[in-house]
């Protein structure tokens, strides 16, 4: 999984440079590849990225029945897609919040996580209802809003590109995302001007905002863009060029 992405967005696919079919883009994608894959990741802008990785050994984990160690073999690669029970093992697991003899535990949630793995392998995969949303067509709508910052864009507009009725298609950007339109474009513009400010803390605030689409910073938009910059991503721009990032 992503643990943390910095100024940017990052996707798993198979191929550095093939759009993946998959079926969740938003924040807390993972990815699933069996012995023998490959993981790229992609990332069009990005200024720092943590990912965290688990391997499954099998033969090393005395818990497992045949069967389950039979099922495994069969498991296929998956790129991003979203599992609450996988990411909710693996974040405890990475943390850091493990501290002393804490063996025992660390057993307990590597067979927690191993289990959400078997069931998710297991599981027969339900029809995507985002299938519309994957691929080149997600990769055409994520382009056209990454190099649209600046400009309102609509739900008929990406719709179009998707070729989808426009009354479909906020929900399947929703399933695939996990935000609406106006909030996705938000989230790319403060990952922007995280960015920006990172390669440069002395730049002008004003300056960054207007380059990632906000007005200046005296204007309800630039407020906007201040809170939502220090609700969620770790800090306000001030203090992003105190500490030398954002």
Not at 4 to 18: H, L, N, S, V, Y
Not at 110 to 138: C, I, N, Y
Not at 165 to 175: L, N, V, W
Request: positive net charge; proline residues 4%.
């Amino acid at each position: 999984m992503m643990a943390t992405e910095i100024g940017g967005r990052c996707e798993f696919r198979a191929k550095p440079d093939q759009p993946v079919d998959g079926e969740y883009f938003g924040s807390g994608a993972l990815a699933f590849a069996v012995p023998g894959s490959r993981v790229a990741i992609h990332a069009a802008e990005m200024r720092q990225a943590r990912l965290c990785c688990f391997a499954f050994h099998t033969a090393d984990a005395d818990y497992l029945t045949s069967e389950h160690i039979a099922a495994a073999r069969g498991w296929r690669s998956r790129y991003m897609f979203r599992n609450e029970r996988i990411r909710t093992c693996a974040a405890l697991l990475d943390g850091g919040r493990i501290r002393g003899d804490a063996t025992a535990f660390i057993l307990s949630l590597s067979k927690a996580l191993f289990a959400a793995v078997l069931e998710m392998a297991d599981s027969a995969r339900e029809p995507s209802r985002t299938a519309a949303l994957t691929g080149a067509t997600w990769d055409a709508i994520s382009r056209y809003i990454r190099d649209n910052l600046g400009e309102p864009i609509t739900v008929e507009t990406l719709a179009e590109i998707a070729r989808m009725p426009p009354e479909r298609f906020g929900s399947a950007f929703r399933d695939a995302t996990g935000m609406s339109v106006r909030l996705w474009q938000m989230d790319y513009r403060v990952r922007n001007a995280q960015r920006l400010l990172m390669h440069n803390p002395n730049e002008s605030l004003t300056e960054v905002a207007t380059l990632c689409g906000f007005a200046d910073q005296s204007s309800q938009r630039g407020w906007r863009w201040q809170r939502a910059h220090s609700s969620g991503y770790g800090g306000s721009p001030w203090a992003g060029r105190a500490s030398g990032s954002a």
